[in-house]
């Protein structure tokens, strides 16, 4: 056997060892442990990330509105806005069972709109903060909601974002009350149209649709084929020709029964293309422009009760020429 023993290595000294940054040196969050031995997640990280700012009392948020109103002091707006990330957390979860999709999207819009409210508040009202960013935040991000829910557009008026988030709550109500949840009933109910029930329940029900699919998988016809066509019916264009000639027929024969003045009027403001201003026409009579305003009502009102008397049925069938 050999002699010769094995020399181990001495340790090195303490000032050959890397030096640690004051960041080594922190302690590590539990969440951030668990997250190194698991797959990233970051919503879960975001919410740990707002956690660690501290919430405002109302004196505070003041404060710190006042000072950005007056000073538009950035740093004051920074901390106004970290302090209430939590609320747009809280306000996008109560979103998220109408958005299936990434909660982190509702969070992204909500935080815009409290940006927004930072930009709006007024501290000097005795409002809290918190409160007025709420509107703010839910603005937001149910408009995100109602641009992206499908590809056409299912809420573009307040009626049709009602019904929205309503419709289906409301019939699951009527269901369990033993009544049939019909567009009528439901109309009564939102206090909205019938038709817009109607409506909202075949866009809520119905997929998108490319015109230029085809209707079967073994068919050479696409969906575009049984599109309306958006040209007018040829009876309807001659409909509408025939009332337009009778229309220019009965002013020109108006035209007839005013003064010379009066005409010059019609002709430079009521028809045509490029009409003339009260100023030029004041200027060339050498009256005020509210009297050749005056002149014009007149001439207006006595074309309206002439064209009703001289064409039947003129309002049902003429007005919409006028427009």
């Known amino acids: 056997m050999s002699n010769k023993i094995k020399r181990k290595d001495k340790p090195k000294a303490e000032h050959d060892l890397p030096k640690k940054s ?11 442990e ?34 950005y109103r007056e000073n538009h002091d950035k740093d004051a707006a920074h901390k106004l806005i970290l302090s209430n990330l939590r609320l747009v957390v809280k306000i996008a979860m109560d979103f998220h069972k109408h958005w299936m999709k990434n909660l982190m999207d509702l969070i992204q819009e909500g935080n815009i709109g409290l940006m927004q409210a930072v930009k709006k508040f007024d501290p000097y009202k005795g409002i809290k903060f918190s409160y007025y960013a709420s509107f703010w935040i839910k603005a937001y991000i149910l408009k995100f909601i109602m641009e992206n ?9 307040q009626a049709q974002r009602k019904l929205f988030f309503n419709l289906a709550r409301e019939k699951e ?12 009933l439901l109309a009564e109910r939102l206090d909205v149209k019938k038709d817009e029930i109607i409506e909202m329940g075949q866009r809520l029900g119905s997929w998108e649709v490319s015109i230029d699919s085809p209707v079967r998988e073994d068919s050479n016809q696409d969906y575009s084929s049984f599109l309306p066509s958006k040209e007018m019916e040829i009876d309807e ?6 009332r337009r000639r009778l229309l220019r027929e009965k002013l020109e ?61 003129f309002e049902e069938n003429f007005l919409d020429l006028l427009e």
């Open 34 to 67: 668990k997250w190194d031995l698991v797959s990233y997640d970051p919503l879960q990280m975001y919410l740990w990330e707002v956690r660690r700012y501290k919430l405002l009392s109302k004196e505070e948020e003041i404060a710190l509105a006042t000072r």
């Open 173 to 184: 109500r009527l269901l369990a009350l033993g009544y049939e949840p019909e567009p009528k």
């Open 253 to 313: 024969e108006f035209r007839n029964t005013l003064s010379e003045k009066q005409r010059d009027i019609f002709d430079s403001r009521i028809l045509a293309e490029e009409p003339m201003t009260l100023q030029e026409l004041g200027d060339k009579y050498n009256i005020s422009r509210e009297r050749i305003r005056q002149i014009q009502e007149k001439i207006l009102k006595k074309t309206k009760a002439w064209l009703m008397a001289n064409i039947p049925n």
């Open 237 to 242: 264009q001659i409909s509408l020709e025939e």
């Open 149 to 157: 829910w499908k590809l056409v557009k299912i809420g573009t008026t």
């Open 22 to 32: 004051e960041q080594d040196l922190r302690p590590v969050p539990k969440a951030r």
